[in-house]
């Protein structure tokens, strides 16, 4: 996309009028034109005298006079026109919480970690021996790259402003969102003075000679990315997201050969059409939480929101560098009795997808997250294959894929090797399928937990199939916390091969991270679980099945069928551990669970509503 070479600046806000010294000398760049402005308004001086509602071409080029202060404020709406190259203006308002780096005026900008499309504004300014203090919450609207930018403040102080290519004309604003809880305004903080280099202007999408005609290629090393591992290259990859998202085909490419370093990011959609990103290099973040940029969440590193219809794939490498945040005093310590010691715990997930539907990740390595490496958040419909996890085994909480409040789920041929669940299952999620899965070491693969702090769950219709688990602490588990609601209910364990497994099938209601939980009257409920065909060694150092189930609420309808389980060392078998659970052996089991009571308790038929997810 080429630019243009002007860009039109329309403000709508009750502003504040202050006067300030225009250059000596035209430029060509919008940063070397508004670098030398000493007062912080980006409406001209002749502004001044605009009245309400009009419209006005003015340039920044024409006078080096300076003019009188004032300092009123009134409602005015304002067009200005600037010779310079729209991409540039654009990508200088595209990374809101950089803004303050080149708006003095503006202290700080904050976006929501829960809604990537809010921020929260606020200003500080000594103007004419006055402290101006505002703030606002401010909402941008879909842009379209490299040509319009738009956004309006929803609460605190009113502005709303409008950054287009002067070639065109801006297209009206998109429709609300319903689902949205705030007024669905664009957001807009004041006009704006620029006082620091920017990144050069982005070429336009190349084309690839592999793709189809109607398929563009960003490639982000057109777009400024350098890819030696030490340079930031945040911005670059944030344009050619914007560039590609507009566009009915694309893909966004990272060319193999080259190292990104890429800041915690949101890449925010609904995209025009499918997107694919394409990862053939090294993506990796800054090199834990010491060089980590204080403004930006530890949290998450890379968050893709509200995108329809993408692929994330590449025969390229994830790298989380994550040993510097395991090593954190909070962290399990790998010494005697896991110890830890006080102080920020906080380390960012590596890769989150949230509020996003059908989605395709495939074909990738990635290694060392910082904590979980993929999670999936009030998605639908997404499709793992071929995904190679690693992390050691003694690293914390570095979960492979974490899924909660998602629904309809594939995993499929895919290896992970971590220091907890290969895969873990959160509440809300339904259709869930796992086939030919290697895992371990690890954890395991896990539903739950579940229940925590008193919460109601709900997980059903998961199947764990055709897979392998080596060397883990667990094999296949149910844990839920006491006092808990909810049920966890048409599960399935099919054809599951153990080698050195500690746990093989593991119920445990009584889940706990400290020694001083109690026992409380409600809980998860635990119904209709089969386990089928699954066969292999066990540590003997616990039993190879294990039912904890809740005092209060029983597990039930429990099913065994071609269960083989022997030890890994010696030749005595372990009988199971079972705490109050029913069910049924469909077959004769290795070893036999005689500990298992039939039928259906009185407690759970006389309670209509237990376990209701309704």
């Given amino acids: 996309m080429s630019s243009s070479p002007a ?37 001209p001086p002749s502004l001044n005298r605009i009245p309400h509602g009009s419209s006005r071409k003015a340039s920044f080029f024409t006078s080096s006079r300076p003019f009188s202060p004032v300092m009123e404020w009134q409602d005015c709406t304002a067009k200005i026109e600037v010779d310079v190259p729209a991409s540039v203006a654009y990508n200088c308002y595209s990374d809101r919480e950089a803004i303050p780096n080149w708006m003095p005026f503006i202290s700080s900008v904050k976006v929501l970690d829960d809604k990537p499309d809010m921020s929260r504004w606020s200003l500080k300014y000594n103007a004419f021996g006055r402290d101006l203090e505002y703030s606002w919450l401010a909402r941008n609207m879909q842009p379209i790259p490299n040509q319009k930018i738009h956004w309006r403040s929803l609460e605190g102080l009113p502005n709303s402003s409008t950054a287009f290519d002067s070639g065109g004309i801006p297209a009206p604003f998109p429709a609300p969102e319903p689902s949205s809880p705030l007024a669905p305004e664009p957001s807009s903080p004041l006009a704006r003075e620029l006082s620091s280099p920017f990144a050069p202007e982005p070429s336009g999408p190349s084309n690839d000679g592999n793709a189809d005609n109607s398929t563009c290629v960003f490639n982000v090393r057109n777009f400024g990315a350098v890819g030696d591992g030490v340079t930031d290259d945040t911005t670059a990859f944030k344009m050619a997201w914007d560039s590609a998202c507009q566009v009915n085909s694309s893909i966004l490419h990272v060319p193999s050969g080259f190292s990104f370093m890429i800041q915690s990011t949101i890449f925010t959609g609904p995209c025009q059409g499918r997107l694919v990103f394409q990862v053939d290099g090294t993506l ?18 890379l968050v893709f929101y509200r995108i329809n219809g993408m692929s994330l794939q590449g025969g390229g490498l994830i790298d989380g560098r994550g040993q510097k945040w395991w090593d954190l005093p909070c962290k399990p310590h790998k010494g005697m009795n896991r110890t830890t010691l006080p102080g920020p715990c906080d380390s960012p997930i590596a890769i989150r997808f949230f509020m996003s539907s059908n989605l395709t990740v495939q074909e990738l390595k990635v290694k060392d997250g910082p904590q979980f490496h993929f999670r999936f958040d009030g998605c639908q419909n997404v499709h793992v294959e071929s995904l190679h996890i690693t992390a050691p085994a003694l690293s914390p909480n570095t979960d492979g894929i974490h899924i909660e409040n998602t629904i309809g789920v594939e995993i499929y041929n895919s290896v992970i090797s971590n220091g907890d669940d290969c895969v873990s299952i959160g509440s809300g ?8 899965l290697t895992c371990g070491p690890g954890h395991g693969i896990s539903i739950g937990s579940l229940g925590n702090h008193n919460s109601r769950a709900c997980v059903s219709n998961i199947k764990v199939r055709d897979s392998v688990i080596k060397a883990s602490y667990n094999g296949v588990r149910i844990k839920t916390w006491q006092g808990g609601s909810g049920a966890v209910s048409g599960i399935t364990f099919s054809n599951i091969h153990m080698e050195s497994v500690r746990n093989p099938i593991i119920i445990d209601q009584f889940y706990c991270l400290t020694k001083d939980c109690t026992n409380q009257t409600s809980a998860v409920y635990v119904s209709d679980i089969l386990y089928e065909s699954i066969k292999g060694t066990y540590d003997i150092r616990s039993p190879p099945m294990h039912f904890a189930c809740s005092d209060s609420v029983p597990c039930t309808n429990i099913t065994f069928s071609d269960i083989e389980l022997l030890p890994a060392k010696g030749d005595i078998v372990s009988d199971p551990f079972c705490w109050n659970v029913y069910g049924d052996m469909e077959t004769l089991t290795i070893p036999p669970v005689s500990c298992l009571m039939e039928g259906i308790p009185r407690t759970i038929l006389d309670n209509k509503d237990m376990g209701y997810c309704g």
Wanted: a positive charge.
């Fill in 429 to 436: 999620c339904y259709g869930v399928d796992i086939k030919n």
């Fill in 284 to 301: 990796m973040p800054p090199d834990g939480p010491d060089v980590w940029p204080k403004n930006n969440s530890k949290r998450q590193w």
């Fill in 7 to 43: 860009i039109s600046l329309i403000s709508s806000s009750r502003s504040l009028r202050l006067s300030r010294v225009l250059p000596t000398k035209r430029n060509a760049t919008l940063y070397k034109a508004m670098s030398s402005f000493k007062v912080s308004s980006l409406k």
